[in-house]
C-alpha cells in the first residue's frame, strides 16, 4: 500500500496529470518518467511508441510501484491493453477518463478532439466515445505542433498564439460543443486555445477525471497509502534535469520533488 504509483509521459505533459493526482491524493508518493529526449511521440511509429513506453514502464517497476498511469494519450493508445494484460498491477490511460467527461459536459453529442497525429489516427478517442454512445458525432483533428511549443516552454505569447490560432482554423465552424485536449501536453496552453475556439464550447482535459479513476481503483484493490508521513515525490526526465526542474517549478510549484535525470535502456527487461 505504501509503495509509490508510476506516472510516464513523453515529456512534460504528464505533469498535468501528476500534479492533479498529487491535489487529489496527497498522501500517495508520485514516481514520474518523462521522455523529453525522443519527445514528441505523435510522429514516431506504434513500435517506437511502443518500445519507448514500455521502456519508461520497466524504469518504475525497479522502483515497485503499485500502479502505472499512462499519462501520455499517444502512449495510451499504443500500448494500454497491453500492460493490462501483462502486469500484474493496475494500468490507467487518459483517454477513456477523458471521453467519460467529455460525455457528461456535452449537450448535441457532437465533439471535438485535437491531439498527437498518432492519437488521432489511432481513433482512441472516437472508439472511446462511441462504446459510451453510439448517437455522439466526433471531429478529430491533429495538432502535431502543439507538443514541441510546450516541450520548449513556450506556452504563451505572439509565437504560441500564432501557431495555435492557424492549427485550430479546420475548427472554427464546426457544431460541437465540447472539445477534448486529446493530450496532457494541451493544457498548458488551455488559455490560448479558449481563446482561438467558439465562446460556447466547453474545453476538456483529462487529468481531473484520471485522478479519480486512479483514487477508484486504489480503493477497488485495497491499494491506498496509510503512511503517516508525507510521501516524497521523484521525478525523471531522459532529457536536462536543471531544465525540467526550472519548467515544474515555474509551472507546478514543484519546490519539494526530487528530480533527476536519467537514461532509459532498451536492454532492461524485467520479468513480468
Wanted: glycine fraction near 6%; charge should be negative; proline fraction near 5%.
Amino acid at each position: 500500500m505504501d509503495k509509490p504509483i508510476g506516472v510516464i509521459d513523453s515529456g512534460y505533459g504528464g505533469l498535468t496529470v501528476a500534479t492533479e493526482l498529487m491535489r487529489q491524493l496527497p498522501k500517495e508518493a508520485i514516481y514520474y518518467v518523462g521522455d523529453s529526449k525522443r519527445c514528441p511521440y505523435g510522429p514516431r511509429s506504434v513500435e517506437e511508441v511502443r518500445r519507448y513506453t514500455w521502456e519508461m514502464i520497466d524504469h518504475l517497476l525497479t522502483f515497485e510501484v503499485k500502479m502505472i498511469v499512462i499519462a501520455c494519450n499517444t502512449a495510451t493508445a499504443v500500448v494500454l491493453h497491453e500492460a493490462r494484460q501483462t502486469l500484474a498491477i493496475p494500468v490507467v490511460g487518459v483517454i477513456q477518463p477523458g471521453a467519460i467527461t467529455a460525455m457528461k459536459v456535452t449537450n448535441n453529442q457532437q465533439i471535438a478532439v485535437i491531439g498527437t497525429t498518432g492519437t488521432i489516427k489511432s481513433q482512441a478517442y472516437s472508439l472511446a466515445l462511441s462504446s459510451i454512445s453510439e448517437d455522439v458525432q466526433v471531429e478529430s483533428l491533429a495538432c502535431p505542433l502543439f507538443v514541441p511549443l510546450v516541450e520548449q516552454g513556450i506556452i504563451a505569447g505572439e509565437e504560441a498564439e500564432l501557431i495555435v490560432k492557424e492549427s485550430l482554423e479546420p475548427l472554427q465552424n464546426g457544431t460541437y460543443d465540447t472539445l477534448i485536449l486529446g493530450c496532457t501536453h494541451y493544457p498548458l496552453l488551455k488559455p490560448i486555445i479558449e481563446h482561438y475556439l467558439p465562446s460556447h464550447v466547453t474545453v476538456i482535459s483529462s487529468g481531473e477525471e484520471t485522478a479519480r479513476e486512479v483514487s477508484s481503483v486504489l480503493f477497488h484493490h485495497s491499494l491506498n497509502r496509510k503512511a503517516g508521513q508525507m510521501p516524497q515525490h521523484r521525478f525523471f526526465t531522459t532529457g536536462e534535469a536543471k531544465t525540467f526542474k526550472a519548467f515544474a517549478q515555474d509551472r507546478f510549484n514543484l519546490l519539494s520533488a526530487k528530480i533527476e535525470s536519467i537514461t532509459l535502456d532498451h536492454r532492461l527487461k524485467l520479468e513480468r
